[in-house]
T-cell receptor
């Protein structure tokens, strides 16, 4: 199947700093990518839909100025957590569909675990 | 708004048992249904994809069925093993949209 890669897999930062997480489609082009977060012992919650060349669409309750999404190319979307606080500590995971497969199956990155001290 | 429910929330079985995990969704107008496995602290492992026109998919000891009209899917695991212990997630979407996840079923298989 198609491969989606995330970096970094783990990051620890101090409160107030900004952290950037990258999501790459390695062997296909993705005009749309999806960002999720998962708090401990909870399921994945959709944060936003990242669209190549245009603004991201955020889910209700997700602050667009805090979670900056940039999808500047067909293979890369980035999520920047600005002025991170301990409550932003979570597991962030991205996904994308390889439209060339024709199935609509979504492939997921390995996830990025953010810990804010 | 689509909602996905998984029952049971947790399940403990002895090794060798066959088991069924249930998933239901409120809006039957889905495009795909996907089952995933997640180990503690890890990402998602895709298990099975069922497209809306399909009724079931099989992979090894796993079989997933889809009844789109009633908004239900089941994941059948045959001859369970301790290595099957994980959280199993069901998710659905419409064409071109994000997957909406259930809260998962946490399975524990004892040896």
């Amino acid at each position: 199947g198609a491969v989606v890669s995330q970096h970094p897999s783990r990051v620890i930062c101090k409160s107030g700093t900004s952290v950037k997480i990258e999501c790459r489609s390695l062997d296909f082009q993705a005009t749309t990518m999806f960002w999720y977060r998962q708090f401990p012992k909870q399921s994945l919650m959709l944060m936003a839909t990242s669209n190549e060349g245009s603004k991201a669409t955020y889910e209700q309750g997700v602050e667009k100025d805090k979670f900056l999404i940039n999808h500047a190319s067909l293979t890369l979307s980035t999520l920047t957590v600005t002025s991170a606080h301990p409550e932003d500590s979570s597991f962030y995971i991205c996904s994308a569909a390889d439209r060339g497969l024709g199935t609509g199956e979504l492939f997921f990155g390995e996830g990025s675990r953010l810990t804010v001290l | 708004k689509q909602e996905v429910t998984q029952i049971p929330a947790a399940l403990s079985v002895p090794e060798g048992e066959n088991l069924v995990l249930n998933c239901s969704f409120t809006d039957s107008a889905i495009y795909n249904l996907q089952w995933f496995r997640q180990d503690p602290g890890k990402g998602l492992t895709s298990l099975l994809l069922i497209q809306s026109s399909q009724r079931e998919q099989t992979s090894g000891r796993l079989n997933a069925s889809l009844d789109k009209s009633s908004g239900r899917s089941t994941l059948y695991i045959a001859a369970s093993q301790p290595g099957d212990s994980a959280t199993y997630l069901c998710a659905v979407n419409q064409a071109g949209t994000a997957l909406i996840f259930g809260k998962g079923t946490t399975l524990s298989v004892s040896s």
